[in-house]
């Protein structure tokens, strides 16, 4: 079993940023991929951003060029980079780690909330 536990949300004005942290429970090495998704009231949960163990990363489209995924091995911990922050970005964000289906984790989740 894996744990995960975000951190670093909170209440923040359009155009400010966030850094969400994601500490792992164990290595993070092996794990296959780290991601960042969100949920927004009556919608669906959406993949934000994701890095690969190869080092490979991919974005949304919606958040490129403003959010950055980065990873410290040494600590387990995935990093959440938001900047120029939108009102349409108020979520609940979630890390997942994916070694496959049956090695599926998720976080507890952390409110973002964008808003003057």
């Known amino acids: 079993q894996v744990q995960l536990v975000e951190s670093g949300g909170g209440l923040v004005q359009p155009g400010g940023s966030l850094r969400l942290s994601c500490a792992v429970s164990r290595s993070i090495l092996t794990i296959y991929a780290m991601g960042w998704y969100r949920q927004a009231p009556g919608r669906e949960r959406e993949v934000v951003a994701t890095?690969?163990?190869?080092?490979?990363?991919t974005y949304a489209d919606s958040v490129k060029g403003r959010f950055t995924i980065s990873r410290d091995n040494a600590k387990s911990t995935v990093y959440l980079e938001m900047n120029s922050l939108k009102p349409e970005d108020t979520a609940v964000y979630y890390c997942n780690a994916y070694g496959g289906p049956r090695n599926n984790y998720w976080g507890q989740g952390t409110q973002v909330t964008v808003s003057s």
């Open positions: 890095i690969f163990s190869g080092g490979s990363i």
